[in-house]
T-cell receptor
């Protein structure tokens, strides 16, 4: 069966510090991968999606970047965090187009 | 711009009652529809998917889709306190690379 791992679960970082969140999927090959952010009281905002290695599209221009160095690994990064980057970050995968997405456990990021 | 609208709630129902959650979407080309349940502080988990007009039942859950009215709903029969959560409606439109657009969710409270 397929599983998705995301870490860390919680993170407190100072403003201006770098960020690296990692997500890996097991039990499938060539998944579509997604990074979402959920701010307090707001809906899920799609940040990045990837259909393959080094094929990444950005939905919202901002202080974040994403990379996919391996087929089942997706990384969200920032060089300098802003207070507005605080939120609940979720990695998700799908097996193709038009099918359901499955989420990792999420990372609660607080920028102080 | 793709939009998915949900009443934020909270929707309060007594234990054993039927909870009805509604969702409308703006993109008439949408073809895949999903309901997710999200407990506080946790990641969304898939409850139902529906792709064609009509009803789809799974245990206590029934999803209803009306593409002409651009409307999708979720009925929860015999509601339990453990059903108390935020329910997210998600819609996928197959234009370019398909991505899910989420509503902001409806909070459901089931009182014992």
């Amino acid at each position: 069966s397929q599983t998705i791992h995301q870490w860390p679960a919680t993170l407190v970082q100072p403003v201006g510090s770098p960020l690296s969140l990692e997500c890996t999927v097991e039990g499938t090959s060539n998944p579509n991968l997604y990074w979402y952010r959920q701010a307090a009281g707001r809906g899920l905002q799609l940040l990045f999606y990837s259909i393959g290695i080094d094929q990444i599209s950005s939905e919202v221009p901002q202080n974040l970047s994403a990379s996919r160095p391996q087929d089942r690994q997706f990384i969200l990064s920032s060089k300098k965090l802003l207070l507005s980057d605080s939120g609940f970050y979720l990695c998700a995968w799908t097996s193709g187009q038009g099918v359901e997405a499955f989420f990792g456990q999420g990372t609660r990021l607080t920028v102080v | 711009q793709k939009e998915v609208e949900q009443n934020s709630g909270p929707l309060s129902v007594p234990e054993g009652a039927i909870a009805s959650l509604n969702c409308t979407y703006s993109d008439r080309g949408s073809q895949s529809f999903f309901w997710y349940r999200q407990y506080s502080g946790k990641s969304p988990e898939l409850i139902m998917s529906i792709y064609s007009n009509g009803d789809k039942e799974d245990g206590r859950f029934t999803a209803q889709l009306n593409k002409a009215s651009q409307y999708v709903s979720l009925l929860i029969r015999d509601s339990q306190p453990s059903d108390s959560a935020t329910y997210l409606c998600a819609v996928m439109t197959p234009s370019g690379y398909s991505t899910l657009t989420f509503g902001k969710g409806t909070m459901l409270l089931v009182s014992p």
